[in-house]
């Protein structure tokens, strides 16, 4: 009988341990399954569904939304967009703001969203990380982001490097482009100059001259590196010098051509032979020197520089 009992409590304790092993896993199988439930996504009224006004891209390609919006059109939204639920009933993107954009152009009622609960905060940062890592922002408004994230969170170049998957370099690279004018950084977000081009015009700290040499690099479609010659020319020109043996009247000329021009002109060579250089910097300077040869040509020279 003393057997018995003794294997009755080793039974019971045997029995005792399977039941909370059990629990156990039943509790992280209902976890899970929480989980898992908690990111299924939700077919969302389109019309319930609106924009992050923390959203880092500001411009959305009119050409590829249209693209977009046709395959939706055809195979549905294959990516469920993340939101959050605000206080007004009504659902905020976090990431997918362009598959919403084009479900809205495909005519679609509803869409696919997963739900997260987010503080603001997260809101925030999760909004701007995800888009950087996603690499399709224009390099104005990638540079704008990492701004915002490191003003907003007090983070380091090395700590934006570490959560946006970049080198410390590119990052600072990138912020550079915040340091010049808007009509340039405008020519950047448009992509009529690259990044590349626009970091060379970094050191040009004249704002007249920063947006000419831009204006050119675009018009001649100039590689970077002929684009980095072009703007050292312009920081470091060689010097042109006159020769002793021009005469006054020479120089005399040199001084009315520059007053009739209004840019700078140089005379290689003497009275007997040389060569005379007229500079512009734009095409509004050539047009204009253009013009005042026209002119030339319908005067008679003595009347042009009088």
């Known amino acids: 009988m003393a057997i018995k009992k003794g294997l009755g409590k080793g039974l019971s304790a ?36 609106e924009p992050n006004i ?38 905020m993107i976090i990431a997918g703001e362009r598959r919403w954009r084009a479900s809205k152009r495909a005519g679609l009622m509803t869409m696919p969203a997963i739900v997260r609960d987010y503080t603001p905060q997260q809101i925030k ?3 701007l990380i995800e888009n950087l890592q996603r690499e399709d922002l224009n390099p104005i408004e990638t540079a704008a982001a990492i701004k915002q994230l490191m003003d907003d969170y007090s983070y380091t170049q090395e700590q934006v490097a570490d959560r946006i998957g970049k ?23 448009d992509g009529r100059l690259s990044a590349g081009h626009a970091r060379c015009l970094v050191v040009v700290t004249d704002p007249d001259a920063q947006l000419d040499l831009a204006k050119r690099g675009a018009n001649e479609k100039a590689t970077v590196r002929d684009f980095e010659k072009m703007v050292k020319n312009y920081l470091n020109p060689k010097p042109i010098k006159a020769k002793a043996d021009q005469s006054l009247e020479l120089k005399d000329m040199v001084s009315r051509l520059q007053r009739v021009f209004a840019t700078k002109v140089h005379a290689l060579g003497n009275d007997n032979k040389g060569r005379i250089y007229i500079d512009y910097y734009t095409r509004d300077d050539l047009d204009r020197i253009i013009e005042s040869l026209e002119i030339l040509e319908k005067n008679k020279p003595e009347d042009f520089f009088n």
Do not use: C, W
């Open 14 to 49: 045997l029995l005792g341990d399977v039941e909370q092993e059990f629990s156990a896993r039943e509790e992280k199988q209902n976890e899970l399954e929480r989980t898992q439930s908690s990111e299924t996504p939700h077919e969302i009224p389109i019309t319930q569904i």
């Open 54 to 91: 923390n959203q880092p891209r500001k411009v959305f390609d009119e050409v590829a939304l249209t693209e977009l919006a046709n395959s939706i059109r055809i195979h549905g939204v294959i990516s469920p967009i993340i939101v959050v639920k605000r206080d007004n009933g009504k659902y």
């Open 125 to 127: 940062e999760i909004s």
């Open 167 to 189: 080198s410390r370099p590119a990052v600072a690279n990138t912020l550079r482009l915040l340091t010049l004018t808007a009509p340039v950084m405008q020519m950047v977000s």
